[in-house]
């Protein structure tokens, strides 16, 4: 999963304060390594970890590393350890009335509602009255506020679903920007998937039945393999071949929805060839990223992409996009599109 935080780069940038704002504090990563010149610490196992939560974060440091090596200081800013999640609500949500009351965001905050797919395509001088409206009018503040509630609501969604996930500033895109790696407790718990099965076998009736899966290394592996291409793809922008861009100078004719399309298509074929490479269709990890891929497809966010494609709803960059995106399914994880009935 993947979630961008609301952009401070314009208020930043005009007060001049870019450099000294960066959001977090020096890389864990770099930390560490110092460190490991030093004492050379003992490698944590997995199995470790999981027993002992405080060992985790030094865990997840080694891990990333070893992974890695020197691409993890690369692409991520810092890496953390946040067990029940707080600290990447914290880090995500929008605080409502702090922003609303500041000028500065106000306005960041109007620019990026004026961005929303309902009113980008609008002419300039349409999209001007409205700035004026949304900074003059009391009514406009009530508008702005359950945008924000409802960008939030969204944040609060992925990040209850996520294992773990990054954070980026969305208009650093392709500007190598380094983003910042959230593991949470549940990439250490078993995991219950639910699988629909025929009641008896002269019944044509179905129930579903939890199977458990165990948590294991190679899971959280794959999982990571995920985030790191949303790392990448967020440092470097995207580069298909090219026709196929997606970097800081283009990102803003991109409808969002159809950016977490192909973003996170691209990040569980990732995982899901990872596995199969190391470790074959047989490992429960497979079977975990599998459903993860085909749950993600099901939602009604990739649904309503699938459905503006085939409508030719997309603008034609869009479309030669996401075209190739289902082409890279159906050639690699042909069952994803088979388990979703679009
Ligand atoms: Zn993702």
Partial sequence: MNLEQLSRREFLVGTGALAAA?????????ADNRKSKKSAPRQISFKEAQADISLRQQYINQFVTKEFENDASKYFQDIIYDH???????????????????????????????????????????????RIRLRASEE??????????????????????SAALVLHYSDRWGMQAKSTLYVFGDAFKDIVLRANVPKSLTQQEQITIPIKYPSTEELLRSRLQHEYTHAQDKFHGITINRELTISGSNVNDFDPAVLVFVEETRGYLRQIEFIREKF???????????????DHMSEEESRSIISRFKGGKLTPHEERFVRYQIDQISAKTPQVLRFVQY
Avoid: C
């Avoid at 960066?22 to 990563?29: K, R, V, Y």
């Avoid at 074959?280 to 085909?294: D, E, L, N, Q």
């Fill in 140 to 161: 406009a503040r009530d508008e702005l506020k359950k945008y924000l509630e409802l960008r939030n609501k969204k944040k609060l969604e992925v990040i209850s679903k």
């Fill in 22 to 30: 960066e959001p977090f504090p020096t890389t864990a990563i770099a």
């Fill in 84 to 130: 029940d999640k707080s600290m990447v609500a914290k880090a995500s949500v929008t605080d409502i009335s702090k922003v609303l009351g500041d000028p500065a965001e106000l306005e960041v905050t109007i620019n990026h509602y004026l961005n929303d797919p309902q009113f980008r395509k609008l002419p300039e001088q349409e999209k001007d009255a409205m």
């Fill in 280 to 294: 074959g269709t047989a490992h429960s990890a497979y079977a975990v990223s599998f459903k993860a891929f085909i």
